[in-house]
């Protein structure tokens, strides 16, 4: 078990390659699509955003990240004495047609392939995704957490249609002509799945590159007029039955995991580790289930995070485990004392059990 760090594409930066070291973290998960362009300033960027009818804004261009550019990132992160785990998420611009089964699906798989080659060359042994359509919306945020902390939560599902031009909530058209999504059923979606993992995970064999699944957020069944695939523990075992690739693993997010209304969060962390099947973990504490749950400090939710890293530790869990996102404290620093904290829970905890 590893202690890792994830980082923003805005905090690609010393200041924040220094900042994760100093909490601990040996590893780094990077996301590299820029999911606060819209914001105005730092104090922005830090919060989690939430998203209104524009989502969290305009999707890339939909370039690749060339090896170039990855090699550039990865000789900053080696040099302040990390390890570049992971990359998280696809920009929607690169993939919304495969997403919606549109006319360019077949170009931009091509081109999802040449990505997963680039990350292979790059020496990035894992690339995470999240097959969603709605992305993550019905996001509210409030003082959620103890001592009136600010997080994200939901009260509610969000059932306004996703406007043409808008996938995984953030606008990859603005000239789309008007309209909506046209509804399809969950086996539709579980197709566009398939397909996708049949296409895209023997390339990523080949590059050494795994492909981890994070779990729809919020786990509803429906979002936003759009059906889910992942949103009970047992559908993370008809994803990885899909193919049986070494390089199909999941991106395990224990804070969704604990908002689904099926199955205990301790058998399915157990369940999923046991086979070696997630590539890295999302750790963060929640209270409630879907559509009513807060996200909370680590310590004060409804898990109990030491009794899942002893379930790691007996599977022999050897990947990098994160902090997915914290309260803010009330300080200058609202995000950096958010994450300093979960980060001394999480090293002090897995410190300990390294003991035990
Ligand atoms: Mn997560």
Same mark, same amino acid.
């Given at each position: 078990m590893k202690l890792g760090f994830g980082l923003?594409?805005?905090?690609?930066?010393?200041?924040?390659?220094?900042?994760?070291?100093?909490?601990?973290a040996t590893h780094v998960v990077v996301h590299l699509v820029d999911y606060f362009g819209h914001a105005k300033n730092m104090s922005d960027k830090s919060n989690q955003p939430v998203g209104g009818n524009q989502g969290w804004g305009h999707a890339g261009d939909g370039q690749l990240w060339n090896l170039e550019e990855l090699l550039a990132i990865k000789t900053e992160i080696d040099a302040h004495g990390l390890?570049?785990?992971?990359?998280?998420?696809?920009?929607?611009?690169?993939?919304y047609d495969v997403l919606l089964d549109g006319p360019k699906k077949h170009e931009q798989l091509e081109r999802l392939k040449d990505q997963?080659?680039?990350?292979?060359?790059? $020496?990035?042994?894992?690339?995470?995704?999240n097959f969603s359509l709605a992305g993550v919306a019905s996001r509210i945020s409030g003082p959620f957490?103890?001592? $009136?902390a600010t997080s994200?939560?939901?009260? $509610?599902?969000?059932?306004?249609?996703?406007?043409?031009?808008?996938?995984?909530?953030m606008v990859y058209d603005p000239d789309a002509p008007e309209g909506y999504l046209p509804r399809i059923s969950h086996e539709e979606?579980?197709?566009?799945l398939q397909y996708f993992l049949d296409e895209l995970l023997p390339v990523?064999?080949?590059?050494?590159?795994?492909?981890?699944?994070?779990?729809?957020?919020p786990p509803m069944p429906v979002v936003r007029q759009t059906p889910r695939l992942v949103y009970q523990p047992h559908m993370y075992q008809r994803l990885l039955d899909l193919n049986p690739s070494p390089a199909n693993n999941l991106e395990f997010c224990l804070g969704?995991?604990?908002?689904?209304?099926? $199955?205990?969060?301790?058998?399915?962390t157990d369940q999923y580790t046991r086979q070696d099947k997630v590539a890295y973990i999302h750790c963060r504490n929640v209270v409630g289930k879907v559509p009513n749950y807060k996200e909370v400090f680590i310590d004060e939710g409804d898990m109990d995070i030491i009794r899942i890293m002893k379930i790691l530790k007996k599977n022999k869990y050897s990947g990098v485990l994160i902090p997915d996102h914290t309260p803010q404290m009330s300080c200058d620093a609202p995000w950096h004392a958010g994450m300093a904290f979960a980060m001394g829970y999480l090293k002090a905890a897995m410190d300990h059990l390294a003991q035990e």
């Open positions: 923003y594409r805005h905090m690609l930066n010393e200041q924040h390659y220094k900042f994760a070291r100093q909490c601990g390890k570049w785990e992971a990359i998280e998420n696809f920009d929607p611009s690169m993939w997963i080659r680039i990350v292979g060359n790059a $020496g990035i042994p894992v690339f995470g995704y957490a103890r001592g $009136g994200v939560g939901m009260d $509610g599902c969000d059932d306004s249609p996703v406007p043409t031009g808008m996938v995984w909530n979606l579980w197709d566009r990523a064999e080949e590059a050494g590159v795994k492909l981890a699944a994070h779990p729809d957020d969704s995991i604990s908002e689904m209304t099926d $199955g205990d969060v301790y058998e399915v």
